[in-house]
């Protein structure tokens, strides 16, 4: 166990009994959010050292540096806390301009949109990559 002391600035981050945090991406220079992921104490502290984007993995239960194996990096150019401390916002560089493992520019691909059989969700931006081409 390690005796390190946590850096101050993360005890002001609200976590979950989980130990994690939301965190939302947002592009730097449009303002888009691109996607939304988790991170517990060690991704945050890795994204603050590295300004790469390094997010909890709920799925994989272990750390995930975004684009490690689609090459999609987010670059970190601001970090920041909203006013309850419950979730971050990195302000990114979207490398090679896909954020959503479907090979979109960001995960918020669907529309809720009025249909004559009433509400649903529709796709309504393009796969950029397919993503055989970005997983192996």
Request: charge should be neutral; charged fraction near 25%; include cysteine.
């Amino acid at each position: 166990m390690s005796t390190t002391p946590r850096p101050a600035w993360l005890n002001e981050v609200v976590f979950d009994a989980q130990g994690l945090v939301p965190v939302i991406a947002q592009d730097h220079q449009t303002g888009d959010v691109l996607m939304v992921a988790w991170a517990n104490t060690e991704a945050l502290q890795e994204t603050a050292a590295s300004r790469r984007a390094v997010y909890w993995s709920r799925s994989r239960k272990r750390l995930w540096r975004k684009g490690e194996e689609s090459g999609h990096v987010q670059q970190v150019h601001d970090i920041r806390l909203d006013c309850d401390g419950d979730v971050v916002l990195l302000k990114v560089e979207q490398i090679g301009g896909i954020a959503c493992h479907t090979g979109r520019r960001d995960c918020f691909f669907r529309q809720l949109q009025q249909t004559d059989s009433g509400p649903s969700w529709e796709t309504v931006e393009p796969v950029l990559k397919d993503p055989k081409q970005i997983y192996r």
